[in-house]
């Protein structure tokens, strides 16, 4: 998986992303749904998807874009994509959690502690075993 600079969809996800920490969400949300709108592959989709899932007004909708931008990285074949998925499991378990459906939340924190191994050993990969083992003792 590469995150190639030539690739007009992740230059779409970066300047939204620089938009996002200047605090122009909206703005950013437009280039988001734009890289969605122009992703022609599994990859592509993914990337777009987990973008436009941070901005959804709803849990519903936020869950629904976790689970679009989740079935898209399981598509690609490339190991690479394996270190995000302990981050789409967790971001699916914390919607299930925040709608109350507790035995959803368990199994999405459960399938993010499972692929654990494929984090970096870094303060990102940290984060994300935290917020699992978080998500783990909130629902258990």
Not at 85 to 94: A, F, Q, R
């Amino acid at each position: 998986m590469e995150f190639s600079q030539e690739n007009k969809v992740v230059q779409l996800c970066v300047k939204g992303m620089e938009l996002e920490g200047l605090g122009q969400l909206t703005e950013a949300s437009i280039l988001f749904n734009k890289a969605w709108d122009i992703a022609a592959n599994d990859f592509e989709k993914f990337t777009a998807a987990h973008y436009v899932a941070r901005h959804q007004k709803s849990i519903l909708d936020k869950l629904d874009w976790d689970q679009v931008a989740l079935n898209h990285a399981l598509n690609i074949n490339n190991e690479a994509v394996k270190e995000t998925l302990p981050s789409l499991y967790l971001n699916i378990g914390k919607c299930y959690e925040d709608l109350n459906d507790f035995d959803n939340a368990k199994k999405y924190y459960r399938l993010a502690s499972a692929v654990t191994k494929f984090l970096p050993n870094d303060g990102y990969g940290n984060m994300i075993k935290a917020g699992i083992n978080n998500g783990l003792a909130r629902v258990m």
